[in-house]
């Protein structure tokens, strides 16, 4: 099955950028896809991405994609304490039907 | 609201007791997927159903844990005489289309369960 991997945690300070990891052992061609979740809610998508692209740019917001490697990347520009959550990456499994594995998700602090 | 709807939002049982949560899918989806997240860990698919029809439940535990969605009303995912482990937080997600991966699966807040 999907194996899909990111780091726990990223401190950042308010202003800078933020870069989120996700690296993936398989995947269909379809598209992938980061989620946010804050505390106590659930999972809102946030962005995505389609397999046959390698960037892709939505306001403060950057989605890499390295196919070869199997390693998608989130940026978030002039981070602000509202981006404060944990970022998930989901992957398609290869299958019959959308079947998407998590990663374990990324905790961004963002400082002051 | 036209998202997709879980209830409770907290639920606490007992030991032994049986837990109901609920899914209402967003208009116009017709697949759910449920999925637990324990403390400090992601998400962890447990079961796909379209209406009528368990697809995958290849996530969920064989024993204690069922799952439905009936033709009229919501989806229920229901855990009997549960124990502490089963403390969680279970998410419902629900899309339009099945295998058309350019339809991403929308989430509703959750059911926190704690087990007492």
Avoid at chain 2, 17 to 33: D, F, I, N, T, W
Avoid at chain 2, 58 to 75: D, N, V
Avoid at chain 2, 97 to 116: K, M, Y
């Amino acid at each position: 099955g999907e194996d899909v991997e990111q780091s726990l945690f990223l401190s950042v300070r308010e202003g800078d950028s933020s870069v989120i990891n996700c690296t993936y052992t398989d995947s269909s061609s379809t598209y992938l896809y980061w989620y946010k979740q804050e505390p106590g809610a659930g999972l809102q998508l946030l962005t995505y991405i389609f397999s046959n692209m390698d960037m892709k740019q939505d306001q403060r917001l950057t989605v890499l994609l390295n196919k070869k490697d199997k390693h998608l990347s989130l940026r978030i520009a002039d981070t602000q304490t509202g981006d404060s959550a944990i970022y998930f990456c989901a992957v398609p499994n290869s299958g019959g039907y959308q079947k998407v594995t998590f990663g374990i998700g990324t905790k961004l602090q963002v400082i002051p | 609201n036209a998202g997709v709807m879980q209830n409770p939002r907290h639920l606490v049982r007992r030991r032994g007791q049986e837990a109901r949560l609920r899914c209402s899918p967003m208009k116009g989806h017709s697949h759910v997927y449920w999925y637990r997240q324990l403390p400090e860990e992601g998400l962890k698919f447990m079961v796909y159903l379209q209406k009528e029809n368990i697809i995958d439940e290849s996530g969920m535990p064989k024993e204690r844990f069922s799952a439905e969605f009936p033709k009229e009303g919501p989806s229920i995912l229901r855990i009997q005489q549960v124990v502490r482990g089963d403390s969680a937080a279970y998410f419902c997600a629900s899309s339009p289309v099945e295998g058309l991966s350019n339809q991403p699966q929308h989430f509703g807040d959750g059911t926190r369960l704690s087990i007492l």
